[in-house]
């Protein structure tokens, strides 16, 4: 069996974390934005206050639903799920539906119907399908995030911060599905039985107006305001933004985003062939190899701007010869603040054949083996 081992040190690089200074965006009475590939907080305003998220809800919803149930699976709309208040499919009672059309209308046209749906379906009915979220919500980190329900509608044990929107959002926007649905601008979806079509269009209107928007989704009732997240991705790397009861979000995300990306610029801190560590090979000639990253590392930082983060590596400690040039050797992590952002495989730099005595003790063992 393969044991590996782990060494951990720090890295200072040539651009510094400093505070996060908030931005012009009156609006919002709270809002975040950060680097999807760190989770690090690049600007905010009241992030850790807990407000209402309206149909921003919807994130958790389909990434619950994504996760946890086949997209082709075919789901029966209930009496219950048909008479869901505010933003709507218009299901009927006993239409039945795909998981990733239900999807496809709980993120473009924000349907609570649609949501209920798939909270019955997947958590046999809406107070489980809670539970699974907020399950997943203390997965993620969102830890002053609680769920009473899979749509939005307000409820007062119903909240989030603008801090736990991101990184709930900065999770979902792994998962490749939910990355293409909610960069959809419009989409036709049917009924599995009558196929009745139901045509598709996105609330989110920045998709249209803000360079490099990929998603993600909107929400509103009287008592939360508008809120809104949004992803951006420019030049290799994406930002997240998220305000809560904000008057003029569209606004707001459009300066915040932009500001993001004139002031941060995508920086490489690991080279792909970027010489590691030396690893020694027992019974090799050389005896040792280097192992160098197969991939580059690339993180956002301002000009100038440096922060210490940590190396982690883990190199199979039970090497021996021959190792062929290119053959992985284990893997390397970079964390911030405990928590690993980015990752890459190791390889061997050079070919280390077997020295003469390996070769002759190899050969012994095949021979004694056969006469076992």
Request: aromatic share 8%.
């Amino acid at each position: 069996m393969k044991r590996y081992f782990c060494l951990v040190f720090a890295v200072l690089f040539l651009f510094q974390t400093g505070g996060t200074p908030p931005v012009r965006a009156e609006s919002a009475a709270s809002y975040c934005v950060i680097d999807a590939v760190t989770g690090r907080v690049l600007y905010e305003k009241d992030a850790y206050t807990k407000r209402g998220m309206a149909s921003t809800t919807k994130i958790m919803t389909a990434l619950v639903a994504l996760e946890r149930a086949n997209p082709n699976d075919i789901a029966t709309v209930s009496n219950n799920a048909s008479r869901t208040e505010g933003s709507s499919l218009y299901l009927k009672a006993g239409e039945k539906m795909t998981i990733s059309d239900l999807v496809y209308g709980l993120m473009l046209n924000s349907g609570n119907d649609a949501a209920v749906v798939l909270a019955e379906h997947i958590g046999g009915d809406v107070e489980t399908f809670a539970g699974m979220m907020n399950d997943m919500a203390r997965e993620i980190g969102a830890d002053s995030t609680h769920f009473k329900n899979p749509n939005g509608l307000h409820d007062d044990g119903h909240y989030t911060t603008a801090y736990d929107l991101a990184l709930i959002t900065r999770r979902a926007m792994r998962n490749e599905t939910f990355r293409k649905i909610v960069a959809t601008k419009k989409y036709t979806i049917e009924t599995a039985d009558t196929k009745r079509k139901i045509y598709l269009s996105n609330h989110n209107k920045l998709l249209n107006s803000l360079e490099g928007c990929d998603g993600v989704k909107t929400g509103f009732t009287k008592k939360t305001g508008r809120c809104l997240v949004s992803s951006v991705t420019r030049d290799g790397w994406q930002a997240i933004c998220v305000t809560l009861n904000a008057g003029d979000d569209w606004n707001d995300h459009t300066s915040l985003m932009n500001k993001a990306f004139s002031e941060y610029q995508n920086r490489r801190v690991i080279a792909k062939g970027q010489f590691i560590k030396t690893v020694p090979v027992a019974g090799g000639n050389p005896d040792c190899v280097g192992a160098v990253a197969d991939t580059d590392i690339f993180i956002p930082a301002k000009e100038n701007e440096t922060f210490d983060f940590e190396v982690l590596y883990h190199i199979d400690s039970t090497l021996s010869a021959p190792v062929a040039q290119g053959q992985p050797l284990g893997s390397i992590e970079l964390t911030l603040n405990g928590k690993t952002f980015a990752a890459a495989g190791l390889v061997s730099d050079r070919f280390a054949e077997m020295t003469k005595r390996a070769s002759y003790l190899d050969k012994l063992r095949v021979i004694l083996g056969s006469l076992i």
